[in-house]
C-alpha cells in the first residue's frame, strides 16, 4: 500500500520538475539556499568552460546510475585572501553536476535534500542543487560548494550557470550532445583536475 505522504511527495516532485522544464533556472525566490546568491552579478562568460564525461558512472553503491558528470569553472583563478591564506594559492569557481534521465527525479530529489540537511555549510555555500532541462536532470551532490568569494561574499557560480542553462531550448535536445552544443561556453581543452 502506498502511503499518502508519499505520493503527495511525488507530486510536489512532478510539479517542481515540470516548473523547471519550462525554464532550466535555479532563482526561486522562496527558495531559502538562494537567498544568498546574487543572481543580477554574471560573471564573464568567456572565462567559463566545461569538461563532460559520458563514461562516468558514480557511486557503487548508489541505486541509481548517472549518464555522465559535467563540470563547469572559472578558466581564471580569482584573488581571494582567504584562499591565498589556507591553501597558498589563489581562487577558482567551480561547480559540478552528475546528469541523470528525467525518470530518475523522484530519487535525484531526496538525493538533493538530505545534501541539504546533511550540509555543514550556509548559503550560499550548500550544495544539492537540482536542475530538470527537456529530459535530463543535474545534480549537484556536493555537500559544500566552493563557489563564493569569500573577501566579497559573491556566488561566482550560480549566477553565471544560471545564464549558461537559460539559452538552451529544451525543444532541441534529444541528446547529451544536443544539449551541450548549445551551450555558450567552450568545452575545455584540458580535464578538469
Known amino acids: 500500500m502506498i ?26 525566490p522562496s527558495n531559502k539556499y ?9 560573471d ?9 564525461y559520458l563514461s ?9 546510475k548517472p549518464i555522465g558528470k559535467i563540470i563547469f569553472f572559472r578558466t581564471n583563478a580569482l584573488s581571494d585572501k582567504l584562499s591565498r591564506k589556507v591553501y597558498g594559492r589563489e581562487w577558482t569557481p567551480v561547480i559540478s553536476f ?4 528525467i525518470s530518475d527525479s523522484a530519487i535525484c530529489s531526496e538525493i538533493s535534500r538530505w545534501t541539504r540537511i546533511y550540509s555543514s555549510c550556509v548559503p550560499p555555500d550548500v550544495g544539492g542543487d537540482l536542475l530538470t532541462i527537456g529530459k535530463y536532470i ?3 551532490r556536493m555537500v559544500c560548494l566552493a563557489c563564493k568569494k569569500y573577501d566579497t561574499n559573491v556566488d561566482y557560480c550560480r549566477p553565471i550557470i544560471n545564464y ?9 535536445i534529444s541528446t547529451i550532445s544536443d544539449l ?5 561556453i567552450k568545452k575545455s581543452t584540458q580535464n578538469w583536475k
Open 3 to 28: 502511503k499518502l505522504p508519499f505520493l503527495f511527495g511525488l507530486l510536489l516532485i512532478g510539479l517542481e520538475s515540470l516548473e523547471q522544464t519550462q525554464s532550466p533556472t535555479f532563482y526561486n
Open 34 to 42: 538562494y537567498s544568498a546568491t546574487d543572481f543580477n552579478f554574471i
Open 44 to 52: 564573464t562568460l568567456e572565462r567559463w568552460n566545461y569538461d563532460l
Open 56 to 64: 562516468y558512472r558514480g557511486k557503487e553503491k548508489d541505486s541509481i
Open 98 to 101: 552528475d546528469i541523470y534521465n
Open 138 to 140: 543535474f545534480l549537484n
Open 164 to 172: 549558461i542553462f537559460s539559452k538552451i531550448d529544451v525543444n532541441r
Open 180 to 184: 551541450v552544443d548549445q551551450l555558450p
